[in-house]
């Protein structure tokens, strides 16, 4: 009997340890984009509306799901055309990449970006920039300022990541600089993020409102290296600041 009353705590605690397994592998295989859609509850995400929940496990399934992501990025949305896949040297390239000219209404010229980049980005363009553009400014945002995609380098301005690739060397994040408007009027993360006034708050609502979509969306308060733009990427870090 009491050989019995021992076995019974150590046969919870296997079952709690194997819950936790379970739980680790889904959450992980969710993050890492490894749960083909097929397998996966959630119906895919789609541009056409502002997702209300669960926004980063829909995103990370198109990272090996080139199909399903050509088949969501559409116009009007974007122009999103896929290009040829390319390593460019060590750890360096792109994979499941497209090219556009515009995206959720604005013009941008941007070549190459991950597929689920480009799908990160329409959402937020679309479904944050856009809707708070004609709420503060009564106008539609039609220019982004872009500060480049693709570049073979490691991570800069930051002592702590030295030695490792940026997600910019696999066309994985995306530099914006600042946003046109209809009427002419235009704003940049260098002159006008310190600023009071409509401008600032401008920035700072559409940088918080960007954690949905990126893993890492970086402003100037997170370092020098970023006074002038806000860097976007779906890698495999989180950081929001
Ligand atoms: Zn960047």
Request: glycine residues 8%; hydrophobic residues 40%; proline residues 6%.
């Amino acid at each position: 009997m009491q050989r019995q009353a021992r076995r019974k705590p150590r046969r919870i605690l296997s079952k709690l340890f194997l819950a936790l397994v379970l739980l680790v592998a889904v959450v992980g295989g969710y993050w890492f984009g490894l749960i083909p859609q097929r397998w996966s509850p959630l119906s895919p995400i789609s541009l056409d509306e502002r997702p209300p929940f669960l926004v980063d496990p829909r995103l990370s399934v198109l990272r090996f799901d080139p199909a399903l992501c050509h088949a969501i990025l559409k116009e009007p949305h974007i122009d999103a055309s896929p290009i040829p896949d390319r390593a460019t040297g060590a750890n360096c390239g792109w994979t499941n990449a497209v090219k556009f000219t515009h995206v959720g209404g604005a013009q941008i010229g941007v070549e190459p970006l991950t597929c689920e980049m480009a799908v990160a980005l329409t959402l937020w363009v679309e479904h944050e920039v856009q809707p708070l553009a004609r709420e503060m400014y009564g106008q539609e945002v039609v220019r982004l300022g872009d500060m480049g995609t693709y570049d073979c380098r490691n991570i800069v301005g930051n002592p702590m990541w030295k030695g490792v690739r940026s997600e910019h060397a696999s066309a994985n994040a995306i530099d914006i600089s600042g946003f046109t408007f209809a009427n002419g009027h235009s704003i940049s993360l260098k002159r006008d993020w310190k600023r009071q006034g409509k401008d600032a708050e401008f920035l700072r609502a559409v940088h918080r409102r960007s954690c949905r979509y990126f893993r890492v969306s970086l402003g100037p308060d997170f370092n020098a290296a970023h006074h002038d733009h806000f860097h976007f990427d779906r890698g495999l870090m989180w950081s929001c600041r």
